[in-house]
């Protein structure tokens, strides 16, 4: 049985006092025990948002990181500072971050491989964008951000994984995937990691839906048998929408 996981990335959205009213909101509510439950917050609010979330079930995730342990990276956050803050998970190769940060599979395989070394759970994101999916590409385009992003990455750290699809077209947007075309791609996900994983791996690797996920179509994708979870932006920053979502 895969446990459900529903992670809230706030984005680049949320000053430390607004972060620390926003979890609060969230920790005050009665959440489903049986989801697990992530936020994933700016670096500037994660070591506060850790204290509040002591002896909660709720998980703490951090966006992106460097591979490097340390070194002359400016501007950059390693592995070591997040884990020292006592960060579970980690948002690797985000498509926003893919987009405006030239992020590219080598550099998400990268920090995949460093995040595992350093016991923080990636959460890895793939997706194609709607021109893609138009000329009928996707699984192509997903396929290769699957295999190229977990080069070299073995099986027994592959099932700290979470994969989340999350197709372009549908972030920020309000067209959320159908949740008939988010299970067939889920399902392909889950077909490419058993060819290169085993059975085993295949039913254990749980796979987030992303894209415009709100309180009122949680439950549709949910039912759906692929789909183990979501990554939800917009809805995530309202302490109600993000407590209806986990609670499906
Ligand atoms: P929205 O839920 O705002 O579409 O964002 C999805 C997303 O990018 C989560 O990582």
């Not at 759970?121 to 893609?132: A, D, H, Q, W």
């Not at 415009?212 to 309202?238: T, Y």
């Amino acid at each position: 049985m895969r446990v459900p996981i529903v992670a809230g990335n706030w984005k680049m959205n949320n000053t430390i006092s607004e972060s620390l009213t926003l979890i609060s909101e969230i920790k005050e509510q009665n959440l489903n025990e049986n989801v697990e439950t992530v936020v994933a917050v700016p670096y500037t609010s994660l070591s506060e948002v850790k204290k509040v979330l002591e002896g909660t079930n709720i998980k703490l995730a951090a966006q992106n990181m460097h591979w490097e342990d340390k070194g002359a990276f400016t501007g950059e956050v390693s592995p070591l500072m997040l884990k020292e803050i006592g960060v579970d998970y980690c948002i690797i190769g985000h498509s926003e971050r893919r987009k405006y940060f030239n992020e590219i599979d080598e550099t998400v395989n990268k920090k995949i491989e460093s995040a595992l070394n350093n016991n923080i759970k990636p959460i890895v994101c793939v997706g194609e964008t709607l021109e893609e999916r138009e000329s009928g590409r996707e699984e192509e385009i997903v396929g290769r951000q699957i295999l190229k992003g977990l080069q070299d990455i073995d099986k027994k750290s592959v099932k700290d994984i979470i994969i989340a699809y999350e197709p372009i077209w549908a972030i920020g947007t309000g067209k959320t995937a159908s949740s008939n075309d988010a299970n067939k791609m889920c399902s392909f996900i889950r077909k490419t990691i058993a060819d290169k994983y085993g059975e085993e791996i295949k039913e254990s690797i749980r796979i987030q839906y992303g894209g415009s996920v709100k309180p009122n179509n949680i439950r549709e994708l949910m039912n759906k048998d692929n789909i183990d979870g979501a990554l939800v932006g917009g809805a995530s920053l309202r302490a109600e929408d993000f407590i209806k979502i986990v609670n499906y």
